[in-house]
């Protein structure tokens, strides 16, 4: 049965046009190679305790899209064990403290399989959701997510997860330019550095949208709300 119309969603530069029927929820790296001590983030020289600010709005959004039957997909950045999908670019760059595939407190840094290179509890896929296991900083190099979005039909994406201005933002560009519209929940979506975060969306919405849109999640909870409402009235005898 296809959904109801949602209503639109109250959003920079303009009102979303939420379509649940073509609407995913993308839900980025949100591992805890981010977002724990003694990870790739922590490598890099960062505060991780600041990325821990999305998992609550996250958590609500993640419930209330799954009640709302909306697909959700999630990613996680990281490497192949023998390292031969990390190009030396990216293993050689910044002179981190431990790099990529060096052994840490949450096992091998960003590598597929290690404890710390999973999602954390707290947002835990449930089954059948898709997990996306991405080589770079977007999510369509190098994965099948693209087809797994044509698959299933979905066109519009709401994005969530960390950080704002390298995995989500280049994940937004990609999906820009493949015709995607994007929305990003400000406050589901967060970086290590406060001033690139609150830069990083004023670029997704500026100059009318360039990228896409971005909303709170307050907002993007009351359209879902009102299309259970809707979905419950149209099902009444
Ligand atoms: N370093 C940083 O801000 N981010 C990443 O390396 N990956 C993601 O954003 N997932």
Same mark, same amino acid.
């Given at each position: 049965m296809p959904h109801a119309h949602a209503p639109s969603v109250p959003a920079a530069p303009a009102p979303f046009p939420l379509d649940p029927g073509s609407a995913a929820l993308v839900v980025i790296d949100m591992q805890r190679d981010f977002l724990?001590?003694? *990870?790739f983030g922590e490598s890099l *020289?960062?505060?991780?305790? @600041? =990325? %821990? %600010?999305t998992i609550g709005p996250l958590r609500r959004v993640l419930e209330a899209t799954r009640a709302a039957g909306l697909p959700v997909i999630h990613t996680r950045e990281g490497h192949l064990p023998d390292l031969s999908d990390c190009p030396p670019s990216k293993l050689n %760059? *910044? +002179?981190? +403290?431990a790099r990529i595939g060096d052994p840490g407190p949450n096992g091998r @840094? =960003? @590598? %597929?399989?290690e404890y710390g290179h999973d999602i954390i509890d707290e947002l835990a896929p449930l089954p059948g959701e898709p997990v996306i296991d991405k080589p770079?900083? #977007? +999510?369509?190099? #190098?994965?099948d997510f693209g087809a797994l979005l044509a698959a299933r039909g979905v066109s519009q994406l709401i994005v969530t997860g960390v950080t704002t201005e390298v995995c989500v933002h280049t994940t937004v560009r990609e999906a820009n330019d493949r015709g995607f519209e994007c929305l990003v929940l400000s406050d589901c979506v967060g970086s290590y550095f406060p001033e690139f975060h609150r830069v990083g969306l004023a670029m997704i919405a500026a100059q009318g949208g360039i990228l896409g849109w971005t909303a709170e999640s307050a907002d993007y909870l009351a359209a879902l709300e009102v299309l259970g409402a809707g979905s419950r009235t149209a099902s009444a005898p």
């Open positions: 724990d001590p003694g *990870g *020289g960062n505060d991780v305790s @600041i =990325l %821990r %600010r %760059r *910044g +002179a981190p +403290a @840094i =960003l @590598i %597929r399989g770079g900083k #977007g +999510a369509f190099h #190098g994965t």
